[in-house]
């Protein structure tokens, strides 16, 4: 299941996330998340898919350092000797948890303030909000926003540290389609033009496809990485993609693994006979 | 008509039908003034005694703006000192709570006894009254923050410091003001009060005062006019804190938007 081509050709790149036998249980005894052992190289674009509340987000959370794992561990660059791993780190949440009392311009600023990054933060904010096309929209507070651009804020924030790492917690799920794949495309071009490392969570198939270099499923609660699919296309990716045979090929091959994961094959053959 | 226009017109028109029969009402029954008098009469002892009362208006204005001011003060630092450490909230709540819950007449003439200065056993009374809301609202205020915007500060490492400025004190806005709004209210009813319990105890000259003593001489249209001022300075500072709150709140906050994006 593994596609040996894709792990040979960066196997020499840093390791940047190593995931080793973490599981999450809460002190009520809910099991938010299996054993994980998750590996991922610098310069990848990793998607963790699976159904609602499979602990992805969890998972995700633990990488960031906002969770601790009840067993095993998480470690950023383990083969770096520098301590300065978590401050190349940068995180999208599911909603665009933007200050409403600050312009776009103060809440991209914000990162800069808490880690004192000193002088100098103009050129910072001003690339950071040319990235992401909100140049014009400086002085504009959240609230006058719509969805997608205050999605495009929350984006700029994460990238005005240049982290990285960038883990993105399925940051477009609630908004509509078209500006979805929008945003898709942007984060891949900013992706490959930043090299940066990516970690994505979603639920849909054709999101992780589209976006990844890989994508891991995980099962049902609690969540387990039981399957794995290098998705071998070259940068840039096109909305051509999205119609093309391989492109199908590979979301039935995870569909199939999702349904695995599930037990919902059993059932729906069962509705069939 | 236009809705700006009905948003004044139509309670206007309420106030005035409501004098014009007042005034109607009393003449044409001839109800003595010791009784009800008419709304002419007291607008009339209103001009006719505003040395007196215009003074009055001016103790009592000075006690209300100091025991609100002494509650912001006061209440805004319980409430952080609350959000900083949970022990401390939870030892000294309930006794919060014992404060407000206790009806400020009864331990009123205590204070006044404790307290030397008669301005300064007032402030004290009105502050009990007005500082409740504001240590409740803005401690709720500090703690209802932004589940996400909390995991942001974590993820950047934000001190308590940066976290309480930065993300505390702004989410608690629109809860210390809605506090401010109650205790504005508060903290004028607490002077009244206490100054009609103080009464005639040597330091009288507040409009509780003037209504107290105009009760006993039975001049009733000073009393009504007494009373005229109370309200409209109650209106006053309901405006003038509705008026900081929209000013600090209207480019982000839900209750404070501009009308184009109200809920009808």
């Known amino acids: 299941m593994t596609n040996n081509q894709s792990l040979i050709n960066n196997h020499r790149c840093p390791i940047a996330v190593q995931v080793e036998g973490a599981a999450k249980t809460y002190p009520s005894g809910l099991a938010a998340l299996g054993m994980v052992d998750l590996q991922v190289r610098e310069g990848e674009f990793v998607t963790l898919l699976g159904p609602s509340g499979c602990g992805k987000s969890t998972l995700l959370r633990m990488v960031g350092g906002l969770l601790q794992p009840s067993t095993g561990r998480v470690r950023l660059w383990p083969e770096s000797s520098t301590a300065t791993s978590r401050e190349r780190l940068a995180f999208v949440f599911q909603s665009p948890t933007l200050m409403p009392w600050a312009s776009v311009e103060g809440n991209v600023r914000l990162p800069l303030d808490l880690t004192h990054a000193g002088a100098d933060t103009e050129p910072k904010i001003q690339s950071a909000l040319e990235l992401v096309g909100l140049r014009d929209f400086r002085t504009a507070y959240p609230r006058e926003l719509s969805g997608g651009m205050q999605m495009r804020v929350s984006i700029a924030r994460a990238l005005v540290t240049e982290p990285r790492l960038l883990l993105m917690d399925e940051p477009f799920g609630a908004l509509d389609e078209i500006t979805r794949n929008r945003l898709d495309r942007e984060i891949r071009d900013l992706w490959a033009r930043r090299s940066l490392t990516a970690l994505f969570v979603t639920h849909s198939i054709y999101e992780a496809v589209f976006l990844s270099t890989r994508v891991l499923v995980m099962s049902a609660r609690p969540g387990r990485i039981v399957g794995e699919v290098a998705v071998d296309e070259p940068h840039p990716r096109t909305d051509a993609l999205r119609v093309s045979e391989r492109f199908a090929r590979w979301c039935a091959q995870l569909s199939d693994m999702l349904a695995d994961a599930s037990g919902e094959r059993g059932e729906i053959d069962r509705d069939a006979a | ?264």
Request: hydrophobic content about 55%; glycine content about 8%.
């Open chain 2, 1 to 264: 008509m236009s809705t700006r226009l009905l948003r004044y017109l139509a309670p206007g028109t309420v106030g005035v039908v409501f004098l014009l029969l007042w005034e109607g009402l009393v003449r044409a029954f001839d109800v003595p003034f010791y009784l009800v008098p008419s709304p002419a009469l007291v607008l009339h002892t209103l001009v006719h005694d505003a040395p007196l009362l215009l003074g009055s208006l001016v103790v009592t204005l000075k006690i209300t703006v100091l025991a609100l001011l002494l509650s912001v003060v006061l209440g805004v630092g319980i409430a952080f000192l609350f959000v900083q450490n949970r022990t401390l909230e939870r030892s000294l709540f309930p006794y919060v709570v014992l404060l407000q819950v206790t009806p400020i007449v009864a331990i009123a003439p205590l204070i006044i006894i404790w307290v030397k200065d008669p301005l300064a056993a007032l402030v004290i009374c009105a502050t009990i009254v007005a500082i409740f809301p504001i240590i409740s609202n803005t401690s709720l205020g500090l703690r209802s923050v932004d589940p996400g915007l909390a995991d942001l500060f974590r993820l950047y490492g934000a001190g308590r410091w940066q976290t309480l400025v930065r993300l505390r004190v702004p989410s608690a806005l629109p809860y210390f003001f809605a506090g401010l709004r109650v205790a504005g209210g508060l903290a004028l009813i607490g002077a009244v009060v206490a100054e009609f319990v103080a009464g005639t105890g040597g330091t009288g000259s507040g409009l509780a005062y003037q209504i107290l003593q105009a009760g006993l001489q039975l001049n009733i249209p000073r009393l009504f006019a007494a009373l005229v001022l109370i309200t409209l300075t109650g209106v006053a500072i309901f405006l003038l804190v509705s008026l900081a709150a929209n000013l600090t709140l209207r480019r982000w906050h839900e209750s404070e938007l501009m009308s184009e994006h109200q809920i009808r």
